[in-house]
């Protein structure tokens, strides 16, 4: 049993080392952790660290994706905290991953409300990383109300703002992030160049290419715009041999990949490709509308929807839950397929 005098240092050392943990992307360690700054700060009186050590243990159990209710019911439980004993960057946080969490279901105007509420906390932002991050919700929150102009502003000053950081980290999600909306809305050029200056970092540190797989799925893409089937398989067989540490690392393997294939005219690798996701793991509303994209292509190819996509893409394009774009691109999926079907161009 610690002494008296030592349970405050114990308290942030458990914090601390939770947050370490999500740097260096060990959510289990770091939910460990922040249980054990959560358990120590219960039995004292210091609210706002009670509250930032919610807050962790909240990200914590995102990044470990644990059910979205129980990541919900520990940052819903940090904001009133935080509230009530008036520390505004705890609230504040607990408002940004409340608004993530919303993001991730389609729900804009919840996320919208979250994001006026946090900003007109206080007066601009602690620091220049927390900036960047509510300029990612924004982002995020244009992406899904189909706002082009806002979507691209905001995309270039996350990237902008990341640079700025002295954390390479940042910039490489800031860059996953928005490289779909960049290649869509400002073309080839500014979507290669930002996925340029993510790969000369990971060329000067190995490290950071283990753990950022989805770059090279996203250079996959980008030679698929462009028209270079070939180019785009080796970008794709190159990420696909590191190892995926998120189910949605997992989600663009197999999409990408079925994508490649079919531009390089191999059906049967495509189909491989997309049955090699797991049929029974829950997908989040924007990686499900991805799956179903590279699924109705797929049937489109063949003339036969094996996956059944056609019939659970209605009820997702009904519930108005997806980005913009990646609905748009859903409908044409599906309005290709429903007119090529009878009509196969491969073999079953």
């Not at 209710?69 to 004993?85: G, H, N, P, V, Y």
């Amino acid at each position: 049993e610690p002494s008296a005098a030592a349970r405050p240092l114990l308290r942030r050392v458990f914090d601390a080392k939770a947050r370490n943990a999500l740097r260096r992307q060990q959510p289990a360690q770091a939910e460990a952790c922040a249980r054990r700054a959560v358990a120590a700060f219960e039995t004292v009186s210091d609210q706002g660290g009670l509250a930032r050590a919610l807050v962790i243990l909240g990200v914590a159990t995102i990044h470990a994706e644990r059910p979205r209710a129980q990541s919900c019911e520990l940052l819903e439980r940090a904001r009133d905290i935080a509230r009530r004993c008036g520390h505004v960057p705890a609230q504040r946080a607990a408002l940004a991953n409340l608004i993530k969490l919303a993001t991730d279901i389609g729900d804009a105007e919840g996320a919208k409300a979250m994001l006026d509420e946090a900003v007109a906390l206080m007066p601009g932002f602690e620091n220049r990383a927390t900036e960047q991050a509510f300029v990612g919700y924004a982002f995020h929150i244009h992406r899904m109300r189909g706002d082009d102009p806002a979507i691209l502003v905001a995309a270039r000053r996350m990237i902008e703002l990341a640079r700025g950081l002295d954390e390479r980290r940042l910039l490489l999600e800031a860059v996953e992030s928005t490289f779909d909306d960049l290649l869509r809305c400002s073309g080839v050029d500014e979507a290669g160049a930002a996925l340029d200056e993510a790969e000369a970092m990971m060329r000067d540190e190995p490290a950071l290419a283990q753990s950022h797989p989805d770059l090279g799925f996203k250079r996959a893409l980008w030679h698929l715009a462009r028209q270079e089937s070939a180019p785009a398989e080796a970008a794709w067989q190159s990420a696909a041999g590191l190892p995926g540490r998120r189910l949605y690392s997992e989600v663009l393997r197999a999409c990408v990949g079925a994508r490649c294939a079919l531009a390089c005219g191999d059906v049967p690798q495509a189909r491989q490709r997309l049955q090699a996701l797991d049929p029974q793991c829950e997908l989040l509303v924007e990686p499900l509308g991805d799956v179903l994209c590279a699924q109705l292509a797929l049937a489109a190819a063949v003339g036969h929807d094996e996956f059944d996509a056609a019939a659970r893409a209605q009820p997702l394009l009904a519930s108005g839950q997806l980005p913009q774009a990646l609905a748009a691109e859903l409908r044409e999926a599906l309005q290709r397929f429903t007119e090529g079907v009878g009509k196969p161009t491969g073999s079953h």
